[in-house]
Nanobody, 122 residues
Framework: QLVESGGGLVQPGGSLRLSCAAS????????IGWFRQAPGKEREGVSC????????SYADSVKGRFTISRDNTKRTVYLQMNGLKPEETAVYYC?????????????????WGQGTQVTVSS
C-alpha cells in the first residue's frame, strides 16, 4: 500500500513537503513518480526518481522549485514544493513503476496511492 501525506492549504509562495510511504513492500528497486490532477484536467507528471535515487526528472513548470528525494530505509519518497502557485492546486499522487526509472509518463506506473489534496490559495 502507498500512502501519501503532507498535503493541505498553503498561501501562494508557500511550501509543503509531501511524503509517499510504502507499508508492505520495499521501494529500493523501483522508480517512483509524483503526479497531480486538477479538477477537469488530465493527470500530469510532476517529478520522478530512480530506484537508487541517483536520477531525477522534473516537469518544466516545477524545475527549480520542487525537489524529489527518497529514503529507502524508511520506504518513503518525498516531494519538497516551494514557491507554490494557485494553479498548482490539485490532488497529488505518488506511484510505483515496474522500471528502475519510470519517467513522467503515467503509463509507466502501475501502482498508485490514493492521493493528497494540495490547495494553494490566499
Amino acid at each position: 500500500q502507498l500512502v501519501e501525506s503532507g498535503g493541505g492549504l498553503v498561501q501562494p509562495g508557500g511550501s509543503l513537503r509531501l511524503s509517499c510511504a510504502a507499508s508492505e513492500f520495499t521501494l529500493d528497486y523501483y522508480g517512483i513518480g509524483w503526479f497531480r490532477q486538477a479538477p477537469g484536467k488530465e493527470r500530469e507528471g510532476v517529478s520522478c526518481i530512480s530506484g537508487s535515487g541517483d536520477s531525477t526528472s522534473y516537469a518544466d513548470s516545477v524545475k527549480g522549485r520542487f525537489t524529489i528525494s527518497r529514503d529507502n530505509t524508511k520506504r518513503t519518497v518525498y516531494l519538497q514544493m516551494n514557491g507554490l502557485k494557485p494553479e498548482e492546486t490539485a490532488v497529488y499522487y505518488c506511484a510505483v513503476s515496474s522500471r528502475r526509472f519510470g519517467g513522467l509518463e503515467r503509463t509507466k506506473y502501475n501502482y498508485w496511492g490514493q492521493g493528497t489534496q494540495v490547495t494553494v490559495s490566499s
